[in-house]
């Protein structure tokens, strides 16, 4: 009981400093909105080109702007000791990885399905395709939030080259882009197989995520 007690405290606070600190997301958002309008404005009105690599441009811009979250994940509560006290609550780092990550997810990744639509109509993607698009980024963002949080934990004690944990990110998560519009892009043959594959990637990071953040994160306590 008191382990889940723990847990629901974490949860809660998480919840509220989330809350606290919501213009650091919609930072996030509006990065991704100019980053459509600057395609928009540089390729023009064509939109035989938008059909070819609209999508691309959705996910590519997806991923940029979830580097901007690496350090939101674990370096605030690492730098005030904060992660030493939740696990001397009883919480292991594997759960509390876990339960940032989910909360990251609901705030983070939530948004984008109301821009995603908007970028899909600024960028002349078909209507049809919409629903793919969605459900390529339900399983995908999943899978780039247990990226960047690995990312975010291994990079805890690099107080010099954040550019590191970015490229980590971006190198982990070109199968995600490359299956993600391949979902939206294949035939009815593909399809299920590609879905499989993606969804098989996801759950593989769900998986090694939470024990992998919780490696790292000991592992800087330690050298701290």
Not at 146 to 155: L, Q
Not at 201 to 222: D, E, N, R, T
């Amino acid at each position: 009981m008191n382990s889940i007690s723990a847990i629901l405290a974490l949860i809660k606070r998480e919840f509220l400093i989330t809350f606290r600190n919501l213009s650091n997301f919609y930072s996030i958002i509006i990065f991704f909105i100019l980053g459509i309008m600057i395609f928009v404005f540089s390729i023009g009105e064509k939109k035989e080109i938008f059909e070819q690599i609209g999508v691309g441009i959705i996910w590519t811009l997806v991923l940029l702007s979830n580097t901007l979250a690496l350090r939101k994940f674990f370096q605030d509560d690492f730098d005030d000791n904060s992660l030493v006290i939740f696990h001397m609550s009883g919480l292991s780092y594997e759960i509390i990885a876990l339960i940032k990550i989910i909360v990251i997810w609901v705030f983070l990744q939530l948004p984008f399905f109301i821009v995603i639509p908007l970028a899909s109509i600024l960028l002349s993607i078909e209507l049809a395709k919409l629903d793919l698009i969605l459900l390529s980024f339900v399983i995908g963002s999943i899978i780039i939030s247990c990226i960047t949080s690995m990312s975010g934990s291994m990079n805890l004690l690099n107080k010099k080259n954040f550019a590191i944990g970015s490229l980590i990110i971006m190198i982990l998560s070109i199968p995600v882009i490359i299956f993600g519009v391949s979902i939206v892009n294949t035939s009815e043959e593909l399809f299920n197989a590609q879905l499989r594959i993606l969804l098989g990637i996801m759950f593989f990071f769900l998986a090694i995520a939470p024990w992998v953040c919780g490696v790292c994160i000991k592992i800087s306590i330690q050298n701290n």
